[in-house]
């Protein structure tokens, strides 16, 4: 009977079974059970609350002691794995339960709880003071997305400036040490500075060896030219940079939970810098004004951009093959045909490849991510279609041209390649682009482009405009003296 004055008493002060079946640790079943007793006991519905000669049989519990034993048997081997590959509740309890013990997952939980609350410390957290311009992380996440109907994981990397909470991110190919650097370099341009801390996990492209802490040495110089101390956090220690642990999370859920299908990952970062403006521009947690305000304090306190960039590429040596091309993970990228060299220098940038035959550049091209693919420049190959005009036709070099050059050919001058090659021959002299926009002009007046009519268009030059210019005469010139012509004129009319 004590107990049940105890329920009212709590229930009066918390107005709530739910929070007295928690204080005294019963069913809250059993809570409300007895309170509508004790109202129906008030209302003189009933006799008794309890009766006094009601009997209480039990069934024989599950959990019994050898039940609870070996679930402490687990829970104490748990302390010798590494804390990833540690079993939790779920798991002892299927292991119990593929054993014929049909113990219910809420009791293994609450046995898991009792033990942990005699057994294992507490993870004690030290607050930090968030100093402007001190401290940065950064870190990769993955997101699945669209791009040209064809569904891929892609890294997408955050960065996240801790006093203001300013968020940076950008998707890329792969997680790969340049697109790392690259993201780096493009943070620290956007938020005019440099902080003087940066915190990374233990990804191979800035740790070597996380168990001594070695550092890669490419990203160390990347580091000492920009002057940012690198910070890698302890292994399974993911709560020492939970700013950027949240912030790949939010960004991710506020690019991409609502659209993930692009035509080009360039539309896909595009979509996600106006994310981040509105992520930016929004009120934050514990902040007093929103990040991108929050950013213009911190910039007097970050360390000042160095005069140039560091320079980011890696370098192979490739052969060239009989198309007259080199090829780089799978994918072929033309040279010009007149290149002797047997090996050429490529410069591989996360968005372009350039090639090099004795360090001078011979061809530039937009970096192809798939595998089979090509990136063919037809003015690399005018002098091998003059010798052959019937290869022009089923090109592949033909087919990787400009929409405007294979219309015009499939259009006017499938049965006329020599004709066609020689408006190619255009593109040496005035560049592909002045080429194909002198094509659409002519097109958009209703006159097929020929060769004339185009070294017409292209040497075109408008009349230029002078523009007026002033300067300053540094001489002295005395004010007229007016009077001397009245004085002629006075002699004029007396003479007359």
């Known amino acids: 009977?004590?107990?049940?004055?105890?329920?009212?008493?709590?229930?009066?002060?918390?107005?709530?079974?739910?929070?007295?079946?928690?204080?005294?640790?019963?069913?809250?079943?059993?809570?409300?059970?007895?309170?509508?007793?004790?109202?129906?006991?008030?209302?003189?519905?009933?006799?008794?609350?309890?009766?006094?000669?009601?009997?209480?049989?039990?069934?024989?519990?599950?959990?019994?002691?050898?039940?609870?034993?070996?679930?402490?048997?687990?829970?104490?081997?748990?302390?010798?794995?590494?804390?990833?590959?540690?079993?939790?509740?779920?798991?002892?309890?299927?292991?119990?339960?593929?054993?014929?013990?049909?113990?219910?997952?809420?009791?293994?939980?609450?046995?898991?709880?009792?033990?942990?609350?005699?057994?294992?410390?507490?993870?004690?957290?030290?607050?930090?003071?968030?100093?402007?311009?001190?401290?940065?992380?950064?870190?990769?996440?993955?997101?699945?997305?669209?791009?040209?109907?064809?569904?891929?994981?892609?890294?997408?990397?955050?960065?996240?400036?801790?006093?203001?909470?300013?968020?940076?991110?950008?998707?890329?190919?792969?997680?790969?040490?340049?697109?790392?650097?690259?993201?780096?370099?493009?943070?620290?341009?956007?938020?005019g500075g440099v902080p003087k801390n940066i915190f990374f996990d233990n990804m191979t492209s800035v740790v070597t060896d996380p168990s001594n802490k070695v550092f890669n040495e490419r990203f160390m110089q990347f580091s000492a030219h920009y002057g940012f101390c690198t910070n890698a956090c302890n292994k399974a220690s993911p709560q020492e940079k939970g700013t950027v642990e949240k912030s790949v999370s939010v960004i991710r859920l506020a690019a991409f939970a609502d659209c993930s299908s692009f035509i080009s990952l360039t539309e896909a970062n595009e979509h996600l810098k106006e994310a981040l403006f509105r992520i930016n521009n929004s009120p934050a947690y514990r902040r007093d004004v929103v990040p991108s305000v929050g950013l213009e304090r911190e910039k007097d306190s970050l360390h000042s951009l160095p005069s140039f960039d560091f320079s980011l590429y890696d370098l192979k040596y490739r052969m060239i093959n009989r198309y007259s091309t080199v090829t780089f993970e799978r994918n072929s990228y033309s040279v010009p045909e007149s290149c002797t060299a047997k090996e050429l220098a490529i410069k591989i940038y996360s968005d372009l490849i350039e090639i090099l035959d004795d360090e001078i550049l011979i061809a530039s091209h937009p970096r192809l991510f798939g595998r089979g693919e090509c990136s063919l420049q037809i003015e690399h190959y005018l002098s091998t279609l003059r010798n052959k005009p019937g290869s022009l036709k089923h090109s592949r070099v033909l087919k990787n041209a400009d929409p405007c050059l294979r219309l015009l050919f499939t259009d006017h001058y499938a049965n006329e390649s020599k004709e066609f090659i020689r408006i190619l021959s255009l593109i040496k002299e005035y560049s592909q682009q002045a080429v194909v926009y002198a094509i659409k002009e002519l097109f958009d007046l209703g006159i097929i482009p020929e060769y004339e009519t185009l070294r017409l268009l292209l040497n075109y030059q408008p009349n230029q405009i002078v523009e007026p210019f002033s300067y300053v005469i540094d001489i002295d010139i005395p004010e007229p003296d007016l009077t001397a012509y009245d004085t002629i004129a006075m002699e004029e009319s007396d003479n007359g």
């Open 1 to 191: 009977m004590q107990d049940v004055d105890r329920m009212r008493q709590l229930f009066k002060e918390t107005g709530s079974c739910r929070k007295v079946a928690e204080i005294m640790g019963i069913s809250r079943n059993t809570v409300t059970k007895y309170l509508t007793k004790t109202e129906e006991y008030q209302n003189a519905t009933i006799t008794e609350i309890i009766p006094k000669n009601r009997s209480i049989t039990r069934t024989r519990p599950v959990c019994t002691e050898t039940v609870v034993n070996r679930i402490y048997s687990f829970l104490t081997e748990n302390q010798n794995r590494p804390k990833k590959q540690r079993l939790n509740a779920r798991q002892i309890w299927r292991i119990l339960q593929e054993d014929g013990i049909s113990v219910s997952y809420p009791t293994v939980r609450r046995e898991v709880r009792a033990w942990k609350q005699g057994n294992v410390s507490r993870d004690v957290c030290i607050a930090q003071e968030l100093i402007d311009g001190e401290r940065a992380e950064c870190d990769w996440g993955d997101v699945t997305l669209s791009i040209k109907e064809e569904s891929s994981i892609y890294g997408l990397i955050a960065i996240v400036l801790n006093s203001s909470l300013y968020r940076f991110g950008r998707v890329y190919e792969t997680k790969s040490q340049n697109n790392l650097l690259y993201a780096l370099i493009e943070f620290f341009h956007e938020i």
